[in-house]
Structures are given as C-alpha cells and as structure tokens.
C-alpha cells in the first residue's frame, strides 16, 4: 500500500492509474478507523480497481469550540487497518498542503444545511464541501463512497455533486454497528462506560421510529415522539435533534408522503460527546 | 461545428474527444462575441486540439441591478464568429440547465474579491466562480483561456483552480483594443457617441500609468494620481475606482515593488454603462 502526502504527487498517480485504465474508489475519512470505515473500503472495492483511503482530520469542518484538537490520530494503525481492508493507497495530506497560505476558497450548499447537524454545526458543511471537492479533484475517482451515519453530509455532498456538474458517482454505504446497535463512530471512544452503556438508547429511538412507520404511521410528529420517548430512558444524553426531514431538502416533514430522514442528534452530559444517528424511513439513501 | 446545449451532452463529448487522445481548450464567454472574443478562441486554438466556446449569460454573475436582462445575445451571429475563429463545439445551456430548480451549491473566493470590480458588484465573483467551475467540470478542460482585460475574474480564477486542486491550466490572453484604444468589450455597444467618444480617455489613463512607471515611478497614490488625471478629461465618465493593487492579495500597493495592476471602472453618465480596463506594471499575468 501506497502512503502520499503531497496532493501533486497524488494527482499524478491518479492520472497514472487512469493511463492504465484502472478505475479509482475514493473513501474520505478522518482516520481513526473503524469497522464502519473498513466496510467503506470493502464496497469501494466492489466498485473499483484501486482504492484510495484520504486520512485529512479537516480542521475547516470544526467550530472553534469543537474537538479538532483532541480527534484521535492513530495513522500508523489507520494504515494498517486500511491495508488490510483492501486500500492500494493512503492519501494523507497535512493541514497546509490542504490549505496553504493565502488559502481563500470556499464551496457551500445552502438551504439544506440549514437543518440538522448544519444548524447546530455552524460552517460545519462548508468545510466538508470544500474537502470534499478538493479530494474530488485530486483523486479524480470514478466512485467516492460515504457512511450512511452521517446522513446529512451524503446530502450536502449528492447535492454538491449534482449542482457542480461532478463526475463522480457516489456510493452510501450502510451504517455499521456495535453489537448492542450503536452506530460506530470515532467520538465513541470520549465516552465514559456510563454514557457507553447509556447511548444505545440512540438506536432503540431509531428502532421505535421504523418500527412505528412499519405499523402505518405517516405523521412526522408521531414518529418524532416514539424517538423522544425512547431517548427520556437516558439521562446522560441530552437531545440535540430528533427529526423526521425530507431526504432532497432536509426540511420537517408533518406527513410523510415519500422516503423521510428520521435523525437524531445527542450531546453526552459527562464528556460532552457528540453523537448521531439516522435511519431512512420507506426508502433508501 | 458542433452546438451543444446539454451539460450530460458536453460531458459523454469531452469524454468521447479525451478517449480519442485529443486535448480540449475552454473558451468561458457570455456570447456577443467580438475581436477579443476571436483572439481568446485563436489562443485556445495555439494550446488544444479542440476549441470549446461556452456562451451563457449567467445570472449569478449580474446583482438585480444590473444589466442581465439587456446584456446583447446575438446567438446565430455568435455561433458563425466562433466557427469563423476555428471553433470546434459551441456550448451553450440555459439556465435551467446550469441552474435547475433546489440548485443550492456555491464557489467563493473570498478575501481578494472585496477589492475592485468586487467591493462593487456584491456576489458578482461568487457567480463567475461558480458557473467557471461548473463549466470546467462540464468540459473537463486541458487548457482554459481568460482575456486579460477581466484582469480580477483571471485573478480570482487563478486563485480557485490553485485552492480547489483543479487539473485545468489557465492562459490569460492580452486584451483587445479598438483603434482609439479602447478595450473591447460587449457591453461598449451600450454607450451613447458622446460616452464612446470619451472613454478613450480610460485607456488614456492606463497609458500614462504604464508611462510613469516607465520612467521609474514606484509610489503608489502618484500612479493612481495620473490616472485621474487623465480621466479628468472626461466629464462623461463617473470613475468608480482606480486603483494600484498587488497581483496575488488585490489589495493596494503603496510603493510598488512586485508586478501590480493598474485598474480602473468607470460609469458612464448617460447610458450608466459599466466600463473596466488595466495594465499590468512590471510584469505580466
């Protein structure tokens, strides 16, 4: 496996694989590896010849006060994990090959970001577009998969595709879980056992809203509630958002007529974790 | 010559021509073409097998005050100038196309564009940036030409293409100039015979600037100074700035000691048409 730092140098070998005629996979992350992430390797495998895992922890995606500092940076375990998952080439720019001085463009989807996480993330998806695009153009993959647990990002970032005239084609992979049905996730790790054992009441909300929609439930408030409610069964997590959106425009549905969002976002009392969650109810990403 | 008005269209032809080994030269333009126009296809033509001409008068560019709705959009006399100048494909969508209805993504270059034709025409650069990078990923371009008498739109290209990781090189060619001097320009047709007669003062102005630091002049305000002198002598022309700015910030330079821009904007009293012109001091593009 193939570790490039420098975007140029990762340009060209792009383009040297394209020579051949191999097709690329991009999977983007922030490092700190996962089954969630080894499973994006896996599908972007299933697509391409050559897959190329970006390891960049975007420090334009956080807010001041979020924890870009203390984000975990395991690379060389990252590396072995990507490797074994099947990644011919790890793409780990640093911040200023990212964004050297003098760094002044910015990508943004409006309205849709308005809702959710981008609500509570203020420049949150402004920061993800523009990595995400300058990945795009770096790499130059015929196919970029993305988790299905951040929802709203595959959103933002189908919606980019579209709107800029992109030519990749995006994959959404499946949300991987712990045995107990959290969705995994880098930040679990800041959990403390109390709040561990606690945040699987994220899932059961999850779960209580498919099942209810399963049952024939249309009314947004109603599935909206059946999430709350299992959510009060935590006290150590406080609720950020519990919505039930429209999958184009990530608005609030009141009842719902096509495939809806039903997402969830919490903040741990204790270590002040952030967490979120997400099922599509009636359809697929 | 082939026109196409699709942006799926354009795309299956840049690849058909990428496959076949030839190189692609955009041509960005918003149609009324003239002599300046030619010379920019002409340019393109020197650097690619295939010259693509885009004509759209794109409405993100234009404030609501502005010139949108008048701006000339002679098509079929376009179409047989661009062939006439050795144009291959004529790409030109309407905005629903560039544009369709939830479309929601958009490109900022910030920082330089709050200088110049920018501090004046809010959101201007963010329409220019935007529709240049759809287009570019639309065409997927080698070579991309600008002409040089947009001198800020070739900056803030420049600075996008560099901080977004576009493949795209840019050659920004000389301006054209009628015989009195004054740049080309669609928007010249505008002009009453009194404004037309005077605005050659502009270039009068940008004459005795590039004079001045001929002779050695290196302070900044006794550059600009000449400039409004020159200008003086045209009671028609209302100046909006002119100004000597640093090529890479746009914003201005005191004493000269890199190559900088001379830039000017005026408005015409008559007609309130908008007219810009520059030169380069010590250097080029």
Redesign the interface.
Known sequence: MKIVTN?SEM?NLSITYGKAGRSLGLVPTMGALHDGHVSLITTAREHCDIVVTSIFVNPLQFAPSEDFAKYPRPFDKDCATAEKAGCDVVFAPDAKEMYPT???????????TSYLCGANRPGHFKGV??VV??LF??V?PQVAVFGQKDAQQCLVIR??VR?????VRLVFAPTVREKDGLAMSSRNSYLSSDERGQAVFIYKGICAAVSLYGGGERNGAALQGTIAGALSGAPLLSVEYVEIVDM??VSPVSVLGAPALAAIAVRTKQTKTRLIDNAVLGGTF
Not at 104 to 109: A, E, H, L, N, P
């Open positions: 975007a340009k003098g760094y002044s463009t910015f990508v943004d989807v409006e309205t849709i577009a523009t695009l300058k153009n770096v130059s919606r980019m709107d800029l005239n992109c030519s184009d425009t």
